[in-house]
């Protein structure tokens, strides 16, 4: 019905029809009579409340435009006023959370005044929407909040915490997340999460994801804005059904990129979405860069800082793993030339074999110094061409067996020969590392099994390395594959090593194409598994 037509006041009883400006104004108009009941209703209050002036007239105005949880606080301030009480609301400029027809909250700006008429007191409201200028001033707290969290913040951590915190209190959004890559593992760690005081979230607060089908993982994977409008029907992730059992509706995840590469993801997670899917998207990108942009600068510092470490770990290590074998060398050769005519044949082969084993000691060092310096500058060369594992393993596990002098049983489980195009020295050096560390690092009477074989697809082949012994701590595992890291298994034992080993390993099969992991154990021991193309590309 036009607004023209409108007319204020009870059935019957004409008051004068809704002037003409009302009908063009911008602003909302609406009038109600002293029992709420709506008597005007004019284009604005029709886009802003949703309601045409032909369904909203004669309701009664509560029901239209008041939150449910408000009607009845809103029907007792109607009362006050009709019986000539001053009330909270008229003749003030107000800000107010208003309802949608379509079950939202609206804010607006308003202004309520009341007028006699000849049928009795009508109640006139002025309205605009200011839901562009909240989320302006929301979006522009929030950034601004993040910029404090990550100005502020004296660690990466911190500053994770306060990004996430600020995304859920300023944004009200219930659950937010901060995923980071693990390059170790591939895994995806969270690294900060937020919830809302009271928020139970169960099986939904993992802290470690697999890359892929949950929202952080599809993120990462192909380093785009993901926008799921329904976790619950969201059937391919456990996570997004864990997360739609705690009453989460909706969710958001953007890239966090740093040196172009994505290292993680900014995930949200509500109940319903208020703001419009591309600004939303914008704002959350804006942050991410952000955050990508401290990542980066942070990784700066703390690679500053690792390289300082690790050039003094090089010079205790070298100084420690040299002097070892030199001075087991210059002790025996100064005994042998004291004692050598008093000493038995058996006892001259004895001290002869201690300095080859310590001379063979430091050959390996050098050549892992000089592997590592090639490796460090690109220049480890792969020489590929049709290559036998099976007989580069068994080779390798002979000679373990001939140099440990300790209790074990070595066995392998392989097929008479497996094919590939690969550097067939390189692959022995691998060999002989995961052997040699799986003899040294197993106490007598432990079990070393090797296997290999073609996997499903026929195009790779699956090799392992299992040993009984000592084992590596869970915490420690992430690190196993930098530059001299050993294990606290190994140190507390003072087993001899440089951490060199598996960093040249992890190169090597790398430049096959490959990828070698540390799997986890339950239980005392170690498998480490290498996964290897037959013909990389
Ligand atoms: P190294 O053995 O010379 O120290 P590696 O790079 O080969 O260097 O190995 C790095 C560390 O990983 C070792 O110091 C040790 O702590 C741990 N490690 C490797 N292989 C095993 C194993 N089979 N069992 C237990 N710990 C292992």
Redesign the pocket.
């Known amino acids: 019905m036009p607004a023209e037509s409108e007319s204020f006041g009870d059935s019957g009883a004409a008051l004068p029809r809704l002037p003409a400006v009302l009908a063009a104004v911008l602003e909302a108009y609406l009038a109600f009579d002293t029992t709420g009941r709506v008597l005007a209703w004019n284009p604005a209050a029709e886009t802003t409340f949703g309601y045409t002036s032909a369904q909203a007239c004669g309701r009664s105005v509560e029901e239209l435009i008041v939150q449910p949880e408000a009607r009845d606080a809103a029907r007792a301030e109607l009362a006050a006023l009709a019986s000539g009480l001053p009330g909270q609301t008229q003749d003030r400029r107000l800000q107010w959370a208003a309802w949608h027809a379509d079950g939202y909250v609206v804010p607006i700006e308003m202004t309520m005044t009341a007028t006699d008429e000849p049928t009795g007191r009508v109640f006139h409201v002025l309205a605009h929407d200011i839901t562009t200028t909240q989320r302006a001033s929301r979006f522009a707290a929030t950034e601004a909040a993040v910029t404090r969290g990550l100005a502020e913040a004296d660690s990466s951590a911190t500053a994770a915490a306060r990004v996430v915190e600020a995304l859920g209190v300023k944004m009200g959004w219930p659950v937010t997340e901060l995923w980071v890559v693990d390059d170790d593992r591939q895994l995806l760690n969270c690294v900060a999460r937020y919830a809302h005081t009271g928020r139970r979230l169960h099986d939904f607060a993992v802290d470690t994801l697999e890359p892929g089908i949950t929202l952080p993982g599809r993120v990462c994977a192909d380093g785009t804005a993901h926008w799921i409008p329904d976790l619950g029907a969201d059937t391919r992730s456990p996570r997004s059904r864990a997360a739609a059992r705690i009453g989460l509706r909706v969710a958001i995840g953007v890239p966090l990129c740093a040196a172009g590469r994505t290292i993680g993801a900014l995930c949200v997670y509500g109940d319903r979405v208020e703001d419009p899917e591309d600004i939303l998207l914008g704002l959350f990108s804006g942050l991410a860069a952000q955050i990508g942009q401290y990542v980066e600068r942070r990784r700066a510092e703390e690679l500053a800082i690792e390289l300082a470490r690790t050039k003094d770990e090089f010079l205790a290590m070298v100084t420690h793993e040299l002097r070892n074998p030199l001075a087991a060398i210059t002790g025996t050769v100064t005994l042998l030339q004291e004692a050598f005519d008093d000493l038995t044949h058996d006892e001259q082969r004895h001290y002869l074999n201690i300095v080859t084993r310590n001379a063979e000691r430091l050959s390996v060092m050098a050549d892992d110094l000089l592997d590592l310096a090639r490796l460090e500058s690109g220049h480890l060369a792969i020489n590929p061409t049709s290559t036998d594992l099976c007989a580069i393993i068994r080779q390798a596990v002979d000679a373990a067996s001939t140099a440990a002098d300790k209790d074990l049983t070595i066995t392998t489980q392989l097929p008479e020969q497996l094919e590939l195009h690969a550097d067939p020295d390189r692959l022995r050096q691998v060999a002989d590392?995961l052997v040699s560390?799986?003899v040294?690092?197993?106490p007598a009477g432990g079990t070393i099994t090797i296997t290999a074989a073609l996997d499903d697809t026929d195009r790779n082949i699956t090799w392992s390395v299992t040993?009984t012994?000592?084992?590596?701590p869970a915490a420690e595992r992430p690190r196993?594959f930098r530059r001299f890291?050993?294990?606290s298994?190994?140190l507390d034992r003072r087993i001899p090593?440089?951490?060199?080993?598996?960093?040249i390993a992890r190169t090597i099969i790398e430049r096959h194409q490959g990828t070698i992991t540390l799997s986890d154990h339950d239980g005392p021991g170690?498998t480490?598994t290498i996964e290897i193309p037959i013909k990389p590309k």
Do not use: H, M, Q
């Open positions: 590392n560390n799986a040294k690092y197993t040993d012994g000592i084992g590596i196993l890291y050993r294990a298994s190994a090593g440089t951490g060199l080993g598996l960093v170690t480490f």
